[in-house]
Nanobody, 122 residues
Framework: QVQLVESGGGLVQAGGSLRLSCAVS????????MGWYRQAPGKERELVVT???????IFAGSVKGRFTISRDNAKNTLYLQMNSLKPEDTAMYYC????????????????WGQGTQVIVSS
């Protein structure tokens, strides 16, 4: 089993930055692709970014150029650096992990965290 715990969310003004963290524990060796998703009230969960085991990334168009993803294998932690935040970035942000080397659809993620709330004020 794998456990994912997100942190780093909070309230920030538009134009500000936040860094989200996803701490991975358990059967870490089995994890390959990882990603970040978000869900705003009344909306479906949507992809923010996915990263394959080889390091290839796919960003949602709405965050491209503003968000970056990084992975610290020594700390078993995945990060999402969010810059130039906009009110429309307000959502619950979820970390996801998969046994697969590459994930192209949401249902291929095997594990999910509980989420961390991000609120961007205008």
């Amino acid at each position: 089993q794998v456990q994912l715990v997100e942190s780093g969310g909070g309230l920030v003004q538009a134009g500000g930055s936040l860094r989200l963290s996803c701490a991975v524990s358990g059967s870490i060796f089995s994890i390959n692709a990882m990603g970040w998703y978000r869900q705003a009230p009344g909306k479906e969960r949507e992809l923010v970014v996915t990263v394959s085991s080889g390091g290839s990334t796919i960003f949602a168009g709405s965050v491209k150029g503003r968000f970056t993803i990084s992975r610290d294998n020594a700390k078993n932690t995945l990060y999402l650096q969010m810059n130039s935040l906009k009110p429309e970035d307000t959502a619950m942000y979820y970390c996801a992990a998969s046994h697969r080397p590459t994930v192209t659809i949401t249902k291929d993620y095997d594990y999910w965290g509980q989420g961390t709330q991000v609120i961007v004020s205008s």
